[in-house]
């Protein structure tokens, strides 16, 4: 079965621009969960989707949106980028059960670099 | 904001020898998850204790959890170069939320 899939891999992107990224689940997995991590504030979560719903949020400014289509694949879009937004985003997915007790599967992250 | 904190933040050791880290966390959890990193890529799922658990094995590591002391450690045996990565701990702040320690990054010194 194949794993995550994040594209693009690297992306560079100048402040004020706007970027997406996109992420594939693994196949059965209903559960897309999106992440930041940058070496100040380390991993962090941006928020969750299952059968294209919003279901959970971190604490990000609205810049940091997201959503998903109806096979289960997920984007996310940064608008106005700030030099704070480079970071290595992480997609992951999951079965998605109401409880947390389902492993989450990573891809390889998207690099983003804002100049 | 990090649920929990891991120590140390660095290890080197030689390969061959045991690596021991630790994770401490805040509130009261269903289970903690430990993954590992390497070079800034993606993380990889090594291993889920529920919190009814006190040891669990799997291959080279063994994880334990005291939730008493709301702590885990991870333990790898016998290390190898390929060991070298960042390691992490992890608790579920919402159904789908991970909550992640800031990770030990292990060196394995051949």
């Known amino acids: 079965k194949a794993g995550v899939t994040q594209t693009p891999r690297y992306l560079i992107k100048t402040r004020g621009q706007q970027v997406t990224l996109s992420c594939s689940p693994i196949s059965g997995h209903r559960s897309v969960s999106w992440y930041q991590q940058t070496p100040g504030q380390g991993l962090q979560f941006l928020f969750e989707?299952?059968?294209?719903?919003?279901?959970n949020k971190g604490n990000f400014p609205g810049r940091f949106s997201g959503r998903q289509f109806s096979n289960s694949r997920s984007e996310m879009n940064v608008s106005t980028l700030e030099l704070g937004d480079s970071a290595l985003y992480l997609c992951?997915?999951?079965?998605?059960?109401?409880?947390?007790?389902?492993?989450?599967?990573f891809g390889p992250g998207t690099r983003l670099t804002v100049l | 904001s990090q649920q929990g904190e891991e120590d140390p933040q660095a290890l080197s050791i030689q390969e061959g020898e045991n690596a021991t880290m630790n994770c401490s966390y805040k509130?009261?959890?269903?289970?903690l998850q430990w993954y590992r990193q390497n070079s800034g890529r993606g993380l990889v799922h090594l291993i889920l204790?529920?919190?009814?658990?006190r040891e669990k094995h799997s291959g080279r590591l063994r994880v334990t959890l005291d939730t008493s002391k709301k702590s885990s450690s991870l333990l790898i045996t016998a290390s190898r170069a390929a060991d070298t990565a960042s390691y992490f701990c992890a608790t579920h702040g919402g159904a789908q939320k991970l909550v992640f320690g800031q990770g030990t990054r292990l060196t394995i010194n051949p």
């Open positions: 204790i529920r919190s009814n658990e």
């Open positions: 509130t009261s959890i269903n289970n």
């Open positions: 992951a997915s999951s079965l998605g059960g109401a409880t947390s007790t389902d492993t989450q599967y």
């Open positions: 989707y299952f059968s294209e719903t919003q279901r």
